[in-house]
């Protein structure tokens, strides 16, 4: 049976490209997609993991620039808007120890862990702000997010047999 959350975000977008959003979007990337699209959607672990994958690695690139540019401008930046963007950078600068120190892979370390604020759009920070090369940290970032992507397939494939076998118990 359906729930109304999942009528619901089917009435906005089909269930495949919903995935692949949500792997793209801050804070939730491969976290929520994947178990989002196995759950609730019913889609196939290798398919749901191939989608929130390429939603979450298709804002690499252009993050990677972005932030580079804002780095470069951010006294450009005034008021609130501004403020955000300077506390978020000092905030994710504070955690960057293991990636200065291991450099490559540490970036693939940061953004392996499956945790708020260590995903994809915060390496591309950590990456920017210690000037990484871009296909350095690209690549790095690319492994992360298998490996994220892997552990959280992982995790929800146990979660939902211990669930499943809970409630039939």
Known sequence: ???AVVLFLQGIMPEPFMVFFLGALPIFELRLAIPL???LFDMPYLKTFLLAFLGNISIIFPLLLLWRFMLTSLELW????GNIIKWWFARVDKRT???RKW???GLVCFVAVPLPVTGAWTGTVAASLLGM???DAF???VIGVIMAGFVVSVLTFF???IVSNWINF
Do not use: N, Q, S
């Open 37 to 39: 699209g196995v759950i």
């Open 97 to 99: 120890d293991l990636i």
């Open 1 to 3: 049976m359906k729930t």
């Open 78 to 81: 005034p008021g609130f808007i």
């Open 133 to 135: 090369k871009y296909r």
């Open 139 to 141: 690549m790095a970032i």
């Open 103 to 105: 450099g490559f892979w």
């Open 159 to 161: 979660g939902v047999e």
